[in-house]
């Protein structure tokens, strides 16, 4: 099937089966490889997208046909480079990661997290990054980055009242 | 692994995709959350060779409280239900559920109405719905039937819903304000199934004896199993320590779990019990009352 996926803002115009997984669309044809495959049974989270700008989803459990006409956001559309994304930032500075299997995954949660809840307590973070696993911290420094991002991200917001 | 080939359909209506589940037959299957179908794709558990899509279905997305009752459709996710301040200020039971179902990430994809039709021996939907005394409404070609809770769930992944049929609405009844819930579950971690879980609903009288009790529990037979006994006994009675225990032996006594790594069989048995005394327990407590001695 002839479909377009809207990721990061771009159009990509993709020939895939029905049964091909978003996963795999996002890394073989947009070329896009932050979205990764772990656990191939829906349990661990490293796959986690977000569509519609604020909806978390593990693109290994929907077919890419589903996700045409939704905007898709990778840690590729976040930021990079000497543009990081708050998130980003903070995960680089509180070191929320050993291996980094699972960060772009834990951002990308993390990030439609704030969108639900911008003032999350470190309770709502563990909670709601419940979803997504990494074997090699204890989450210590994970609950950090996203406290930091969180405060970062509230800035202007509160600079303003 | 990748699922098998199947064809993908996109259906707008009801009616749409009971028709083209008519035309393909025993293999289709309808696509709504599809975080248990597609994993059972992937393991290639299931095989269907056509899905019909129904996410994009508007009409079937809504959560509605008239006349004593909540009506949600077909595409409402779990998180709708954990987020909805309706659902946490007048439904106890099915709040408490929306909050421990799967993962987070799961829940904002998952359907209840899915959920309830896939029927995994060890969901927390199932439960909750014997508990509730919750209905499920069921389209075909001809027309819709409603069809309660204990006629729904029939066997291991198995429905009242039969072929060329599309579950479109479940319907709860609205809880009284004398009426408190509480769903108990142990979990290994988040996203695992229930080692065991019990789901509790009791309406008191106002002299504290119980009006109705609805107690459910998953995971410990080859369906969720409503405590038809347990519920009897507490009906019309001051709830005291040593019903509670009497309810809970009757939940053990139904039991009959396999062991597996969550726990050996005599503790599932065991452990249901004290599931359905804590839920009794914080039933009352929700509705400031305590157990009498």
């Known amino acids: 099937m002839e479909i377009t996926l809207n990721v990061n803002g771009q159009e990509h115009k993709v020939d895939v089966e029905p049964r091909t997984l978003l996963v795999y669309a996002l890394r073989e044809n947009c070329g896009l490889k932050g979205a990764h495959v772990g656990c191939d049974s829906s349990s661990c989270g490293v796959c986690t997208v977000v569509l519609d700008g604020k909806i978390p989803v593990k693109s290994c459990t929907m077919f890419a046909v589903q996700a045409e006409g939704h905007e898709i956001t990778t840690i590729e559309g976040l930021g990079g480079g000497a543009n990081l994304h708050p998130l980003q930032k903070a995960f680089h500075e509180q070191h929320g990661l050993q291996c980094g299997y699972c960060t772009p995954a834990m951002i990308m949660s993390s990030y439609a997290l704030l969108q639900h809840n911008p003032d999350p307590s470190e309770d709502d973070i563990r909670r709601g990054l419940s979803g997504n696993l990494c074997r090699c911290t204890g989450y210590m420094n994970i609950v950090k980055a996203v406290q930091q991002a969180a405060a970062d991200m509230r800035q202007p917001a509160e600079a303003a009242d | ?293």
């Not at chain 2, 290639?44 to 809504?62: E, G, H, K, S």
């Not at chain 2, 819709?144 to 729904?152: H, I, L, S």
């Open chain 2, 1 to 293: 692994m990748f699922p098998a080939s199947f064809d993908f359909y996109r259906a707008h209506s009801a009616e749409e995709a009971v028709s083209l589940l008519g035309e393909h037959g025993a293999d289709s299957r309808i696509l709504a959350g599809g975080q248990s179908l597609i994993p059972a794709m992937r393991y290639r558990l299931a095989q269907p060779t056509v899905l019909v899509d129904i996410n994009q279905m508007q009409a079937a997305n809504y959560i509605t409280e008239e006349n004593g009752e909540l009506r949600i459709g077909a595409t409402v996710r779990d998180s709708d239900l954990e987020f909805s301040d309706l659902i946490r200020t007048n439904y106890q039971l099915m709040s408490d559920v929306s909050d421990v179902v799967a993962d987070p990430i799961v829940r904002f994809r998952g359907t209840l109405i899915g959920s309830l039709c896939h029927n995994d021996p060890s969901g927390d939907w199932p439960a909750a719905m014997l508990a509730a005394r919750a209905k499920m409404i069921i389209q075909n070609k001809d027309g819709k039937r409603v069809v309660n809770a204990d006629e729904f769930i029939v066997d291991s992944f198995t429905t009242a819903v039969e072929e060329g049929e599309m579950a479109v609405e479940t319907i709860w009844p609205t809880p009284s304000k004398n009426t408190g819930a509480s769903y108990q579950k142990i979990e290994r971690k988040v996203g695992d199934y229930a080692t065991a879980a019990a789901a509790v609903q009791l309406e008191l009288n106002e002299d504290g004896t119980v009006k109705e009790a609805g107690i459910g529990i998953t995971a410990v037979s080859y369906v969720a199993l409503r405590v038809a006994e347990g519920e009897a006994l507490l009906r019309g009675q001051k709830v005291t320590r040593n019903l509670i225990k009497a309810v809970a032996a009757e939940a053990s006594k139904m039991a009959d779990p396999i062991a597996d790594g969550r726990g050996s069989a005599e503790y599932k048995k065991e452990v249901v019990g004290v599931l359905v005394a804590k839920g009794i327990m914080q039933s009352l407590e929700r509705l400031g009352r305590k157990v009498e001695a």
